[in-house]
């Protein structure tokens, strides 16, 4: 993050730049990623494994919508309560989750890291849209958004892999690896590129972007580990799904904001804020995780 922080500042990486490195890494080099993870022996208790992790992350993220709705619902502006909303249920697995459980796990950690960013994208593009898109979506164009999402298509190619034991053949499996590889790096210079833009004001610090930051960064995640533990989840499945619970706010609270041409600066204050600070939250959130 460092390089991609002091890059940004002496004008080497400019924003269409990041931009560029941005798309490329979640249209390219996350799905090879996920691919790569699913290339690994079928075995039935990893698949129910699999799945109860699945069940877990979907809980979590109905407990998280609820608790949102009510807690922002006295929010006099608009546009603030769309992105303290949106913000403190939607984690950015794809961006910081996938390569962090990469380093930390290996192919072993980005297997049941793409639980959480499957159930993601399954809530992101109906419930996260509806926050700011106030008229119902179109099932069809729902769907479609979610399926056509090339990391739902990478997941896809990734079970069959592991449910029907087919092999990569070996040039396109080098070409696979070598792509993957570049995922943890570049995401760390992207991101720190993304907080050399950041400019915070007196906004940044409004009761419902603290309380939005806390609610993502702290009580989510602790919420997440309560069900967790309750499901008797552990071992590499647990420690990733609660890394990918604790990550910071995701950027597409900026463009949804955009989208709908309001002011987007909050939004960017917030994620910044967020993953500035989840540099600190995530280690306290595996401290407290590790007194059960």
């Not at 799945?51 to 877990?56: I, K, P, R, Y």
């Not at 915070?200 to 702290?218: D, G, H, M, Q």
Request: one cysteine or more; charged letters at 5%.
């Amino acid at each position: 993050m460092a390089v991609g922080f002091l890059a940004n500042k002496i004008n080497f990486l400019h924003a269409q730049t990041s931009d560029d490195l941005t798309n490329i890494l979640l249209t390219i080099i996350g799905p090879c990623l996920i691919v790569k993870a699913f290339e690994q022996p079928y075995s039935a208790d990893r698949a129910q494994l699999f799945l109860l992790v699945g069940l877990a992350v979907v809980i979590s993220y109905f407990i998280q919508i609820l608790l949102s709705q009510l807690i922002f619902r006295k929010t006099a502006n608009q546009n603030i309560k769309n992105i303290a909303r949106y913000s403190s249920v939607y984690p950015n697995v794809g961006f910081l989750g996938i390569p962090l459980a990469s380093s930390l796990f290996g192919n072993n950690g980005v297997f049941f890291a793409v639980v959480s960013m499957a159930v993601f994208n399954i809530f992101n593009w109906s419930h996260g849209v509806s926050i700011f898109h106030k008229k119902s979506q179109n099932f069809w164009i729902v769907l479609r958004q979610i399926v056509m999402n090339p990391n739902i298509i990478a997941i896809i190619i990734g079970l069959l892999i592991f449910f029907f034991s087919l092999h990569v053949p070996t040039i396109l499996n080098q070409a696979i690896t070598y792509i993957s590889n570049a995922n943890t790096p570049m995401s760390m210079i992207v991101v720190g590129s993304s907080l050399a833009n950041s400019k915070l004001n007196k906004e940044s610090f409004s009761r419902p972007i603290i309380t939005s930051l806390a609610l993502r960064n702290i009580i989510y995640p602790l919420i997440t580990l309560v069900i967790l533990l309750l499901m008797n989840i552990n071992g590499t499945a647990f420690s990733v799904s609660l890394l990918l619970a604790a990550c910071p706010a995701a950027s597409l609270g900026v463009l949804f904001t955009l989208q709908i041409h309001q002011d987007a600066s909050p939004a960017v204050s917030l994620m910044s804020l967020s993953t500035i600070f989840s540099l600190l939250t995530i280690p306290l959130v595996f401290s407290i995780a590790s007194l059960f």
